[in-house]
């Protein structure tokens, strides 16, 4: 049998009430949202998106997180999936279907996508029993603190926010299983950008200023950020792949959370740049005091590896 509804003891989601929600709250910061009701087409997967949140430009992103749930699945022959902003549903989809998810949780804080939602979700087609998927209205730090609480673990949280995701970070470690992925997102190319570094200071614990390779930092500030985050719960992070999208902007990466500290901090420096001759350094934090250029720039406590095969 489909479940549509909570299959734990979730307490009733805040929606409701849909004439009380504060749907400002969830609405992107960058205004381009396209509200597309006829049935659209991903991958040959028909879906609706119903009026809520859709880009196809983000296709890709959608592919590279079903081809590593896929992978995972393979590896560990179990895959459990929490999709804590799924808009129509799209992503979870794919991820059953695409990823043969045992379960997936596909949570959205607005619940007028439920309808959409749960017509999309049906078209998996898994019934035969077994109850493969639920869609929840939660805020998304109340549904991941929910299953942390009921230990409900997943091996696979999808955060796919507007803006920044730091907020999330320790509820989605504390909802994740040891070794499992977490694919984050970020939107904010002001502070990629370096516009705005007291806000990704902090966001993300760092400090950027306007480089010229704005779209890498991006992806390193938010690994940067997780890193930080997850040691302090004694976790550590392997990125395992990251991607930046130009619509959005739009920030990717995933995520290993193993149980550990930070084996060691070669991985989460500095990244300087010089203004006058261009030059860029990782700067270790215990070398911070040999930089003596003076036209350097200081992007703090990045993601600073160069070595692209390390871990
Ligand atoms: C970028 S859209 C998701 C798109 C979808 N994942 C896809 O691939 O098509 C972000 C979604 O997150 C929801 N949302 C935003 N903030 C939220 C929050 N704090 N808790 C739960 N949902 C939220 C919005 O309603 C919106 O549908």
Redesign the pocket.
Known sequence: MISAVPTASFSPPFHQNASTQQKG????RAAVVRCETEPQSERGLEFE?GG????HE?AT??DLGVLAASLYKKANNRLRVL?????????SLRYLVEAQADYVLA????DE?RDVILSNLERAGCGGGDERWAVT???????LAECYLRKDFFDLI?I???GSDSS?LRSAFNALKLDGLLYL?S?DGFSSGGHRPHHSLAAYGAFVRPLPYSNEIGLRMLIGGAVRDASVLGYHIKPLFSYYSYHGPVFRVMLQVVRGKLPDSRHYGFITYCNRCGNSQAIPWHELGNMTCPYFQITCCLWASLDRTSS
């Open positions: 709250s969830f609405g992107p998106t809520s949140f859709f880009r983000s992103g959608r999709d804590a902003m799924c808009g129509c549903g799209i992503r949570n959205d804080g607005n996508y209205h939660y805020e998304a730090n109340r549904v999808d796919d926010s507007f999330f997102t939107t």
